[in-house]
């Protein structure tokens, strides 16, 4: 119900298709859904040091974030050009 609940009536890509299904998975991230991101604001990174984070729903949202942000969340500029190179270069 979550899943399809987020998704009806909109238009969405496989990247927000990802985070919503990924953010569904587990019960905290479902709760806290609205802090974590939102259509408007897009992804709310200050919600990976929330309190009500724990371990695991920390590193479900890093996930979610990533495949959001094609795998730029956490990345500084020079990881992220390095990366480029790598991926386009050899």
């Known amino acids: 119900m979550?899943?399809?609940?987020?998704i009806k009536g909109k238009t969405v890509n496989?990247?927000?298709f990802s985070l919503i299904y990924f953010l569904g998975l587990a019960e905290?991230?479902?709760?806290?859904?609205d802090e974590i991101y939102s259509g408007?604001?897009?992804?709310q990174h200050e919600s990976i040091?929330?309190?009500?984070q724990t371990k695991e729903s920390t590193r479900l949202t890093i996930l979610a974030f990533n495949l959001y942000e094609d795998y730029l969340f956490g990345f500084s500029n020079?990881?992220?050009q390095h990366k480029l190179n790598l991926d386009f270069n050899g």
């Open 2 to 6: 979550f899943f399809e609940g987020n």
């Open 14 to 16: 496989c990247h927000e």
């Open 28 to 33: 905290v991230t479902r709760t806290h859904f």
């Open 40 to 43: 408007d604001k897009g992804t």
């Open 49 to 52: 040091l929330a309190d009500w």
């Open 78 to 80: 020079q990881v992220y």
